[in-house]
Structure formats: structure tokens, C-alpha cells
């Protein structure tokens, strides 16, 4: 409520003289907003709908997407029913989860059948009260809203013209076309982010620009009054946030172009400093969580940094070379902060990736959007081959520094030394030497160090040698999760990566590791069938030729320091959890056992066993034998979960754990856990 009241304050006092009347009452408004928005998310967070096998009519909120290996999407319920008879009941938001994508869109309103359990918990920012694991999903009818029919029929006709499974190309341009970069490589994503270059397909400013160019040359030939014009302007542009599918880059521009729009209706001049203060103004207003939207600070940052730096080189040729060079680098600037708190890191070059890469992304927009309108498939192959040379881009401007907060105060130094000329040498060696300590990877730990990775709700666990070496257990469910906590460690080489079972959220995180870092070999458990998630890994392991080994107990690898052994699987289990590959790891004489989802069945067969430091099996469920975990726990217990609506972990174990003495960590609460091994 604090930050909405704040930007309302600040944004409106862009408005001019009546700025201090205007303030006043978006900080009211915004104070209303904020209260209003905390106490639904509240409210949904608290409620307590009935567990058990429902029946539910509602309207889909959003569209379903990839989550491990199964889909999930939010549902708005207007019926609900746990017998014969459904009943009215507009209750909080629910997720769904479903095995196969099911065929429904944002809007539409359909019929679930399935099991609901009642754990709050949040789905891309939004909150749910509970998770429906459904049996059926079927479409009652289509979008009532005008609106809906026409974004979502137009999402469709991109999507069948730029089907993202393609190829990379092919899905960033669905990015750029409507922010659909479900079916871009992970590392792709990664690539993108490294150089800086991820706004692109965070639909904003410059596709809201194209469209309404597109849209007046589609209604020029009608000779409308520009009132009209200006009107139907605003119904287009409602019609592509809904297109885009609402994400708060797209919002915030839209309210901008809209409110000039509406000016030019009512005949009142409004100028672009005035539409970012009041499309900030109105939207805290009308939705004050967005105040906390990371992406709607980055957006408002950056569009405040380019208007600023549009005229930063002014006067120097070529004029759009500096324009752009200046805009860009002021936006790169407006949105550092965030960036270093959110990511921790930079990129060094980001200004140099984005000279290079805009130009192609509006080109290929441009000819996409074109050849989609014309349904000219020629036309969207040129655009995919154009986008893919911003894809070259993004992998090669990945590889470049990253700059931390002591970097980004070395280069502001160096630019402020520029203008002494006694001290400039002095003080730029002092800042290259700040910039390259900076950018150098994180060094090897002094000691063996098993590292307890904060990736959600899964298990992942990095074992980092002084000499080097290191290697993964498991992945966590998010390919992108993963990859940026090696970032943190400086990772660029695993020489051994254990994919315990196929559960995705062990191994669904895996998913793009081959390529992304260097990998010696890749061990699985040898067991008949690991799931869907786990054959990915290994067709991608063997295309990149990489050794894949099935192992039971009794193997065993020497890592620098560190001695792993594995003691399971033992034989062939009815579950994948039992299954799990066992580890023994061993340094220094410490000693940690890394035990996948093993329950009681396969814990009742490994040999008697005292760790140093135990990671739970299954994140603290209740599959595990208590007496077990009383027989084996050390002095040192580590739960590895995330949120989650499976109820982990079990308060009977955690209390036991509790009882028993043991000095408990939880990666929910603490992020990395880091143990050395001395």
C-alpha cells in the first residue's frame, strides 16, 4: 500500500499545475487501491474451500502453460459441486492442473472435473486458494466478452501461422508477436536475459506502436473523422491487451497510447511525460499490486529512461544511431537497480546488444505481424529467419560480462573521473581493476562444499570442490531457476550430473542444462519406464554425446575431494520414489546422504547408516519411516521444498526432527543452504 500511495504521489505530480490537487487524490485512491488489492490477495490466501472430488464451472483466467511436465492454468468457479447437485459459488481463484494441455483459452468458460486440495498458494503472481488435480476439462461455451472473442481468435491465427515448436526463430517470434515464449529453448531465454535483451518479448511499447500504425493503415481508406479514429484506436488497443494477454509491460504502454488517444477524442493535448505519470496514476489506482510487479517497475523505469535519453547525443550524426544509443543506455541505467536487486548481475554490454538487436526485432515484428494479417507464409519465414539473427545475438552477447553492484559503482566512477584530468589515470586503473575483480566467476570454495539449492519446490544439490570440479543432483522443476543459481556459483562445467528419478520436480529443471554448461556424463537410475521428463534427458544427453550410465547400488566416482557412492535403487521398486538413485557422498571424513523421494519400503533396505548432514527424503513428507529417520539422522537435517499444495513438509516429521535434537534448515525459508565440508 506504501509504494502505491508513493508512485500515485510521484506520478501525478507530472501533471502539471494542478499536480499537488491531483497528488493528493491518487495518494487517497492509491492508498484505497492498495488496501483493496492486499485484502483479496488476503482473502484468497485464507479461504478454505472443500477438499475432495468436485465439479467446478468457472472462467478460465488464464491460458494453460508448461509446469514440469504437465500444464496448469487459473480458474475463475461460478459453480461447484462435491455430489449430484452443483450450487452457485463465486469462490476464490483455483488452480488447475492438467496432464495434457487442454484446449481452452483466457475467457472462456468451462467444466472441471477432478480433485481439489484445499492449500493456498500463487500461480505467476496471482494467489489461489487451492489446486484442482483434474480428470476432464471441457469448453461450456466461448468468451462472453467481445473483446475475448476477437484477442483470443486473433492469438489463435498467430499461433497456427507461428507455431513456436518449430524452431528457437520461430518462438521468439511468437514472443515478439504476442510474449508467447512457452516453446523457446530454456537456454535461449537465458541467452536473452544475459545480453539484455529479454524486453523484447515483454510485450510493450514499440509492438503497441506497430499495431496502431498496422490498425491506421487498416482504417484509412474508411476517411474517418480523427474523433473516430482516435476511438476506434482505443477499442484496438484494448483488443491487444487482451491479445498479449494483459502482462504489465503491454498494460502499462497501452494506458499510455490510450490516454493520448483520449485526449486527441475530447480534444485536450497530452504529451508523453503526462501519459507515463497518468498511466502510472490510474493503474496503482485501479490495481495497486502492481505496484510490486517487478515487471511493471522495469517497464515504467525503462520508458522513463528512453524519454530522457532520447535527446541525450542530440546534435551529433548519424542522428538515429545516437538517438537510439542514447535511448537505450538511459533505459539500461532507469532499470539497473532493479535488475541488481532482482538478478544480482548486469550485463556489461547490454547498450552494444541492443544497437544490433533492434532494428531486426521491429523488421521481424513488423513482417510478422504482416504476414500473419495476410496469411502469406513466406513472408513469416523471412520474418523467423530475421528474428533468429537476434537469437545470434543474444548467445553471443551472453557470453560477456556481468557486472555486479561493485562493477556498476566502478564504470560510474570511471565516468565521473573522465572529467578530472590529474587523477583520470589513476582513477581508471583503480576502476578496471573494481570492474574485472567484478566479472570474474565466482572462485572454487576452500573446501568440499555441498550447496542445497533454493529452486522451489524440488530438490537440487551442488557439490563444489577446491580443485574445480563440480557436480548436480537433480535440477528442481524450472529449467531458468536452475541455470541462474549456477550463475550465482560461476558453474560453467559439471562433471557429473545424478537425475534421481523422473518426477518433475527433480529433473524437469534439467531440461537445457546439455548445452547451456559443459556435462561429462549423466547418471540415472536403472529402472524401466522414468517418465517422459527423464527420456528428454537422455535423447538430449545423447545427441550432444554424453555418456548416460543406469545405476544401482555399489557404483562409485572419485570428484576432486569428493568420493560418491551410490546404494540404490538396490532392485526394481513398484514406485519411480523408491526408485531414486541413493548417494552417499563422503569428504574429508563428512559425510552427506542425498536420498531422492526413497519412502519407507526402500529406506527398510539400505544398510545401517549415520550422515553428518541427511537432505529428507521426498522434502520432508510423510512417505518416510519415522523410525528410520531417528536410526539415521545425524547432528544436521535439510529440507529441500518450496511451495507447494502436496502438504510438504510433514509437521510429524519436522516436529520429529525437532525432538530429536537435530539442527533442522528448510530452503523455503533460507534459500542455498551452504555446507562445508572441512
Request: net charge negative; proline share 6%.
Amino acid at each position: 500500500m506504501v509504494a502505491t500511495a508513493a508512485g500515485a504521489l510521484a506520478a501525478a505530480a507530472l501533471l502539471g499545475r494542478s499536480g499537488p490537487i491531483l497528488a493528493a487524490g491518487a495518494v487517497l485512491a492509491g492508498c484505497v487501491s492498495g488496501a483493496l488489492a492486499a485484502d483479496r490477495i488476503e482473502a484468497t490466501l485464507q479461504a478454505s474451500p472443500t477438499s475432495g472430488a468436485v465439479v467446478l464451472t468457472g472462467r478460465v483466467a488464464s491460458d494453460p502453460l508448461p509446469w514440469g511436465d504437465e500444464f496448469r492454468f487459473i480458474v475463475h468457479p461460478s459453480r461447484l459441486s462435491t455430489g449430484a447437485t452443483p450450487q452457485r459459488w463465486s469462490g476464490p481463484a483455483l488452480a488447475v492442473v492438467t496432464a495434457e494441455r487442454p484446449p481452452v483459452a483466457a475467457g472462456e468458460q468451462v467444466r472441471i472435473s477432478g480433485r481439489l486440495r484445499a492449500r493456498s498458494g500463487w500461480v505467476r503472481g496471482d494467489p489461489v486458494a487451492g489446486t484442482i488435480q483434474a480428470r476432464t476439462v471441457e469448453t461450456v461455451h466461448g468468451a462472453d466478452s467481445p473483446w475475448f472473442l476477437v484477442g483470443n481468435a486473433l492469438r489463435d491465427r498467430v499461433q497456427a501461422m507461428i507455431p513456436g515448436e518449430q524452431g528457437p526463430a520461430t518462438a521468439l517470434l511468437a514472443g515478439f508477436l504476442v510474449g508467447d515464449v512457452s516453446h523457446l529453448p530454456e537456454q535461449d531465454v537465458r541467452a536473452l536475459r544475459r545480453a539484455g535483451l529479454t524486453h523484447y518479448v515483454a510485450v510493450s511499447g514499440s509492438n503497441v506502436a506497430l499495431f496502431l500504425g498496422a490498425w491506421w493503415l487498416v482504417v484509412a481508406p474508411l476517411r474517418l473523422g480523427p474523433r473516430l479514429r482516435s476511438g476506434l484506436g482505443l477499442a484496438a488497443l484494448v483488443v491487444f491487451v487482451v491479445l498479449t494477454r494483459w502482462e504489465s509491460s503491454v498494460v502499462r504502454a497501452a494506458t499510455m497510447a490510450g490516454l493520448v488517444l483520449a485526449g486527441r477524442l475530447f480534444g485536450v493535448p497530452i504529451d508523453v511525460w503526462t501519459a507515463l505519470g497518468g498511466a502510472v496514476s490510474l493503474l496503482l489506482v485501479v490495481s495497486g499490486n502492481l505496484a510490486t510487479d517487478v515487471g511493471f517497475q522495469l517497464s515504467v523505469a525503462a520508458t522513463a529512461g528512453v524519454l530522457v535519453g532520447g535527446g541525450l547525443f542530440a546534435g551529433r550524426s548519424p542522428r538515429w544511431l545516437w538517438t537510439v544509443l542514447g535511448a537505450t543506455i538511459s533505459a539500461q541505467a532507469a532499470v539497473m537497480p532493479l535488475l541488481l536487486l532482482t538478478f544480482g548481475t548486469i550485463p556489461l554490454m547490454a547498450p552494444a546488444a541492443n544497437l544490433v538487436a533492434a532494428p531486426l526485432v521491429t523488421v521481424a515484428t513488423a513482417l510478422g505481424g504482416v504476414g500473419v494479417a495476410v496469411g502469406w507464409d513466406v513472408i513469416v519465414r523471412l520474418a523467423a529467419w530475421i528474428a533468429s539473427g537476434v537469437l545470434a545475438v543474444a548467445r553471443m552477447a551472453a557470453s560477456w560480462p556481468q557486472l555486479d553492484a561493485a562493477g556498476v559503482a566502478g564504470l560510474a566512477i570511471a565516468a565521473a573521473a573522465a572529467r578530472c584530468r590529474t587523477l583520470r589515470p589513476l582513477l581508471i586503473a583503480a576502476v578496471g581493476a573494481v570492474v574485472l575483480v567484478s566479472v570474474r566467476s565466482p572462485a572454487p570454495p576452500d573446501v568440499p562444499t555441498v550447496t542445497f539449492l533454493d529452486i522451489g519446490q524440488g530438490d537440487s544439490v551442488l557439490l563444489r570442490d577446491p580443485s574445480g570440479a563440480a557436480a548436480l543432483v537433480d535440477g528442481g522443476p524450472d529449467p531458468a531457476v536452475l541455470l541462474e543459481a549456477l550463475d550465482r556459483y560461476g558453474i560453467e562445467r559439471l562433471e557429473l550430473v545424478v537425475a534421481t528419478h523422473g518426477d518433475a520436480d527433480h529433473v524437469g529443471g534439467l531440461s537445457g542444462l546439455v548445452g547451456s554448461v559443459g556435462v561429462g556424463r549423466i547418471w540415472i537410475p536403472d529402472h524401466p519406464d522414468g517418465g517422459v521428463l527423464l527420456a528428454e534427458l537422455v535423447n538430449e544427453a545423447v545427441a550432444h554425446g554424453i555418456p548416460v550410465e543406469a545405476v544401482t547400488d555399489g557404483r562409485e566416482v572419485a570428484l576432486g575431494t569428493f568420493t560418491l557412492e551410490t546404494l540404490g535403487p538396490r532392485r526394481r521398486y513398484a514406485t519411480d520414489n523408491d526408485g531414486s538413485v541413493v548417494l552417499w557422498v563422503e569428504a574429508n571424513g563428512s559425510s552427506v546422504l542425498l536420498a531422492g523421494d526413497i519412502g519407507a519400503v526402500a529406506q527398510g533396505e539400505l544398510p545401517e547408516l549415520r550422515p553428518d548432514v541427511l537432505l529428507v527424503p521426498h522434502h520432508g513428507s510423510g512417505s518416510s519411516d519415522p523410525g528410520w529417520i531417528v536410526r539415521t539422522v545425524g547432528s544436521l537435517a535439510v529440507i529441500s521444498v518450496g511451495e507447494n499444495s502436496f502438504g510438504h513438509p510433514a509437521p510429524e516429521i519436522v516436529e520429529l526432527l525437532g525432538g530429536l535434537g537435530v539442527e533442522v534448515h528448510m530452503t523455503r525459508t533460507e534459500g542455498d543452504i551452504s555446507v562445508p565440508l572441512p
